[in-house]
């Protein structure tokens, strides 16, 4: 497989990483493109793949061209594309709200699919939630699922609307619970533990509750309930988080994070109309 990366940032080379670690692609069958010499350089010297200056330039003999662009650059970028792309390639894009049909009239190209990957893609430990558009064959869907896999987990969906919402969801998720994180870890220090005793503990309890739910693969409410003795520190603490509405919390910053999302893609489609 050869793959062209449009927009090598920190996702980027982390897909780029895990498909050279997978052997899913040969690094000298891997282009990206960087405006910067000095981050083209970086790229070439870490992971041996060919990288270019010009995005055009990542198209050329790509099965699968990922687009990994901030929002902001996305029309100009398609601007640049536009025409330049064969019937057989397919387009990722892990362009946060850009909608399947953004970029199909963008590219003026019918074979796209559009990801949601997260940050700990960057350690191979992601998810990313993807819908294709009906142009694309099932060896396309194949090869975009190879690269999907090289940051982690994936999850194929038939309604594009789920990708949306996975990105207020899990896309966003990180940043929910570096906040939780971030809370439990002052309450540490409140208490009386050293900080980085207090981020070591926290950062533990973590990894090892949200490993522990995806092996029991009991529902949170079982796990929590089992740890949760009657008139215990367990309830005491619940009692607090229950009265402080952390649940609607939640729901409310999922829901800015997704009406967001919606507000970026229409953005996108009325800049992609007015070309």
């Not at 901030?70 to 894009?93: D, N, W, Y």
């Not at 700990?120 to 690269?147: E, F, K, L």
Request: glycine share 6%; proline share 4%.
């Amino acid at each position: 497989m050869r793959v062209g990366i449009v927009g090598a940032g920190v996702m980027a080379e982390a897909m780029i990483a895990g498909l050279v670690a997978d052997r899913a692609v040969q690094p000298e069958r891997l282009v990206a493109s960087h405006p910067r010499r000095e981050r083209r350089d970086t790229l070439a010297e870490r992971h041996g793949i060919h990288p270019v200056a010009a995005n055009r330039d990542a198209l050329t003999d790509a099965e699968v061209v990922v687009l990994a662009v901030k929002p902001q650059m996305l029309v100009r970028v398609m601007r640049e594309l536009r025409g330049r792309l064969a019937a057989e390639q397919i387009v990722v894009s892990i362009v946060a709200g850009a909608t399947i049909r953004t970029l199909v009239d963008g590219l003026q190209h019918a074979a796209v699919v559009r990801a949601m990957p997260n940050t700990p893609s960057q350690i191979r430990r992601g998810m990313s939630v993807w819908s294709a558009s009906d142009a694309c064959t099932a060896r396309q869907r194949d090869q975009a699922r190879a690269v999907l896999r090289a940051l982690g987990d994936d999850r194929q969906v038939a309604d594009e609307s789920f990708v949306a919402m996975a990105t207020a969801l899990s896309g966003t998720g990180p940043t929910y619970l570096f906040a939780v994180m971030e809370a439990l870890i002052d309450a540490g220090v409140h208490l009386g533990f050293p900080r980085e005793l207090a981020h070591d503990l926290v950062v533990e309890t973590l990894v090892g509750s949200a490993e522990y739910a995806r092996k029991s693969e009991l529902h949170p409410a079982q796990l929590r309930n089992a740890v949760t003795s009657p008139g215990g520190t367990s309830a005491a603490a619940i009692y607090e988080l229950e009265k402080g509405r952390i649940r609607t919390v939640f729901s409310d910053a999922v829901w800015a994070a997704y009406r967001r999302t919606l507000e970026l893609g229409e953005r996108l489609e009325a800049e992609v109309e007015r070309e």
